[in-house]
């Protein structure tokens, strides 16, 4: 262990790495058991701090669940902008059934975050269905923005259309194969935008 390493393991943890820790152990928590099945005091339980700590830095279980959803909708939405390829819509279509396809098939997978969390959150004034929503809102936004792209007459419909398909792949991923997912939602994402399917 060298000076840097010593010292790192006896400095003191910040408010912003304590609250990473909760965060992160909810997510894992809500992502593999249920947002309604995680008790405050499970998450609390496996970082290992006490109540007054967890509720410094969210002041309720409602809080930290929003604040879960924000940290995934920031990952997806760093993943799509990645895959964009922007003037190239169907490149963009090709490499985000690619990752959907990986991604759905992959080990302990359990479904989109947000889908989950609005199948347990019924009420449209819901706080933790308001982070649902804003990020749906975003995807749309960027198919819709694809669709465009692809010279699409009605882009707002062919971005609904290509929502169902992806939330659709979500549920193949549990019964087929990644190739095979991939494959099956880019022929379906390309006829949409009028662009043929490779041969």
């Given amino acids: 262990m060298n000076a840097d390493t010593a010292a790192s393991a006896t400095r003191p943890s910040t408010a912003a790495d304590t609250r990473a820790r909760i965060l992160a152990a909810a997510s894992e928590l809500f992502y593999s058991h249920g947002i309604r099945a995680t008790s405050a005091d499970r998450v609390i339980e496996q970082v290992g701090l006490t109540k007054v700590t ?8 409602s809080d930290l669940v929003v604040a879960y959803l924000q940290a995934q909708a920031d990952a997806e939405r760093g993943w799509i902008q990645n895959l964009r390829r922007t003037g190239d819509p169907a490149g963009s279509l090709r490499a985000i059934a690619a990752g959907l396809g990986a991604a759905s098939c992959s080990p302990g997978f359990r479904g989109c975050a947000f889908i989950n969390a609005a199948a347990e959150f019924a009420r449209d004034d819901d706080p933790v269905r308001l982070a649902v929503d804003a990020h749906r809102r975003w995807m749309l936004g960027e198919l819709a923005s694809i669709a ?6 009605d882009a707002e419909a062919a971005a609904r259309q290509l929502m169902m398909l992806r939330d659709g792949a979500m549920v193949s991923g549990y019964l087929d194969g990644p190739a095979a997912v991939a494959a099956s939602l880019e022929a379906a994402f390309l006829s949409i935008v009028g662009v043929a399917a490779p041969a």
């Fill in 148 to 153: 465009a792209e692809a010279k699409v007459g």
């Fill in 54 to 61: 967890f509720y410094r830095h969210f002041r309720t279980k």
